[in-house]
């Protein structure tokens, strides 16, 4: 991303519309049991807190110290988390997790030779027997949903989004926010690059990274992935 998400932080959590409780129902159940979790690009904690209220350990990273400061306010010094500031593609921690996830997209934010590295890194840090978790949004999302500019007002928030498509592939995105207050409003830009792999490309770099037993859902749903999909999420176990 092209800023330091300092005052987009701020508002992350009223722009992203996550059901948490699905995703992490869903996570929890895939885990089968392993209790020891590492989570990649946690971002604000929303699914970090989920599993730590059902008892799971949770080591989690983000590169945006803004992100992992409203994190800590969320988590309430949570005996169940560790909280670090790592990025995906050269994440070091000195031991082995039980399984990984990674929510939200984070992957389309990383260019292919990036995920290679994060897929490889995510494989160094996972016993034997471990699965990893995680979404991307598709292309037929990218195609449906990224080829217009949309304009959001709640009142106290108004926001103007735009997308700007580069070769099919790259997702340039700008949105700029007014945020009321009292008889003002402030403005906040957020900038930030996707980029669009097709299913196959990502099946390729996780099972080049070792991994194997890939299944490929519907956007946290039992249901398989589709060419309809808006997102989709693997699940691959290192043996």
């Known amino acids: 991303m092209k800023n330091s998400y300092k005052e987009f932080s701020q508002i992350y959590d009223l722009l992203m519309d996550i059901d948490y409780e699905k995703w992490t129902s869903f996570i929890m159940k895939k885990l089968e049991g392993k209790r020891k979790i590492l989570e990649a690009a946690c971002g604000t904690g929303g699914v970090t807190k989920l599993l730590a209220n059902n008892n799971y ?22 005996p ?53 978790i995680f979404d991307m949004s598709t292309k ?40 009321k207050e009292i008889d003002k409003y402030t403005r906040i830009t957020e900038e930030q690059t996707q980029y669009v792999y097709t299913i196959e490309q990502i099946i390729y770099l996780l099972e080049d990274a070792g991994f194997e037993n890939i ?10 992935y589709s060419d309809s999909s808006l997102r989709a999420v693997f699940s691959a176990y290192k043996l």
């Open 57 to 78: 350990n949770v080591t989690a990273f983000d590169l945006s110290e803004d992100m992992l400061m409203r994190a800590y306010e969320k988590l309430g010094q949570s």
């Open 80 to 132: 169940m988390v560790r909280l670090l500031n790592q990025n995906m593609v050269d994440f070091q921690i000195d031991e082995k997790f039980e399984a990984a996830i990674c929510c939200c997209d984070g992957i389309n934010y990383l260019k292919k030779k990036e995920i290679k590295a994060f897929f490889e890194r995510v494989y160094h840090h996972l016993n034997n027997g471990s699965k990893f």
């Open 140 to 179: 037929y999302k990218y195609d449906k949903m990224f080829c217009d500019t949309y304009v959001y007002d709640d009142g106290g928030i108004f926001y103007v989004w735009e997308n700007e498509i580069v070769n099919d592939k790259i997702i340039n995105i700008e949105i700029n926010f007014f945020i």
């Open 215 to 224: 299944e490929i859902f519907d956007d946290y749903n039992e249901k398989e």
